[in-house]
């Protein structure tokens, strides 16, 4: 099985370094300077488990022909349209789409621009980040990632899923080939919205937010609204996932940030649209109190509008 991989990122980069590990036939698209910078020291990872390097092979969008069997989407919501550019020489005879954005509104784009046959369903929680000599490490020991089979996937697919999993099974990463994919799509959307929500709202970890007074409640309001929009979706929250959600989002003295924070604080843009933007209108279409999702989605567009007048200068 033939796969690509968009980007050479932290997302990306860990997980198809990963797959190279166990022998895949894996090729990146990457910009050419990155291509560069790749041939000349190869893909770095400095993991949980130790720091490996891999030799890789990489194609430019300029280059890029109906070769592959799988593309694995590991792109920033805010890219998905240059992505679906990209890629969509590699879309097709059999070819499917994985995507790992976080989220759900991407599904349907994608479905929209390839066929809804040709779109797969997946997630990932890894803490990753490229370094300033373009490695990639690893910032925890977490590296999980689910797939599976949309209702609208075409059939073939699951055999391509299967030798997936049982590539990453090979390599020390926590793989799943999920029953239900759409569940656990939206049981992250609710964790990650009302972590990303709060954090942003506040500029400040979970820990800082739970000593203040009304903190507490007003991050398990965020959330009991956010998990209304994925039961009216058809996909509440299980009792266990609840239950870890809630436990991370109401831990006295956590550091815990949103990574959308991190990328407020670096001056760079947000998934901010696809996430709490996207959470808000569904949350407000069911007449529910949104608690930190609308002044965090003001707070958010009014940073972009800023960004964007700044960098106009």
């Given amino acids: 099985m033939k796969i690509l991989v968009l980007g050479a990122g932290a997302i990306g980069g860990y997980f198809g370094a990963r797959l190279l590990q166990a022998r895949g036939d894996v090729t990146f698209l ?13 893909l770095v990872v400095h993991a949980a488990d130790g720091r490996f390097k891999q030799d890789v092979q990489t194609v430019l969008a300029s280059q890029l022909d109906a070769q592959f069997d799988l593309v694995l989407l590991a792109c920033k919501a805010y ?11 590699a879309l097709r005879g059999d070819a499917h789409v994985l995507p790992l954005l976080n989220g759900v509104a991407h599904i349907a784009r994608l ?29 925890a020991p977490l590296h999980r990632i689910v797939f599976g089979l949309l ?40 964790g ?16 800082d937010i739970l000593a203040s007074d009304e903190g507490a409640a007003y991050v398990q309001q965020t959330f009991d609204a956010c998990a209304r929009a994925a039961e009216a979706a058809g996909h509440p929250p299980r009792a266990e996932a609840r239950t870890g959600f ?37 949350v407000q279409a069911l007449g529910v109190e949104p608690g930190a999702l609308r002044p965090a989605w003001m707070h958010l567009q009014s940073y972009e509008h800023r960004r964007q007048r ?3 200068r």
């Fill in 30 to 42: 990457v910009r050419e300077r990155r291509a560069a910078l790749l041939r000349e020291r190869g």
């Fill in 79 to 89: 890219d998905l349209e240059d992505a679906i550019a990209s890629i969509r020489p």
């Fill in 111 to 139: 479905q929209e621009a390839f066929g809804a046959e040709r779109v797969l369903g997946g997630s990932c929680h890894i803490p990753a980040t490229i370094t300033e000599e373009g490695e990639i490490a690893q910032l």
């Fill in 151 to 190: 209702p609208e996937s075409g059939a073939a697919a699951k055999d391509k899923l299967q030798r997936l999993l049982a590539l990453f099974r090979a390599t020390p990463v926590d793989a799943t080939l999920s029953e239900d994919i759409w569940q656990d799509l939206w049981e992250k959307f609710v």
């Fill in 192 to 207: 990650l919205t009302t972590l990303a929500a709060s954090t942003c709202l506040m500029r400040s970890a979970v820990g």
């Fill in 246 to 282: 809630e436990q991370l989002l109401q831990q006295r003295g956590s550091t815990l940030t949103a990574s959308m924070l991190r990328d407020i604080e670096a001056g760079a843009p947000t998934e901010g649209a696809h996430i709490v933007g996207d959470m808000l209108r569904r």
């Fill in 310 to 312: 700044d960098r106009s």
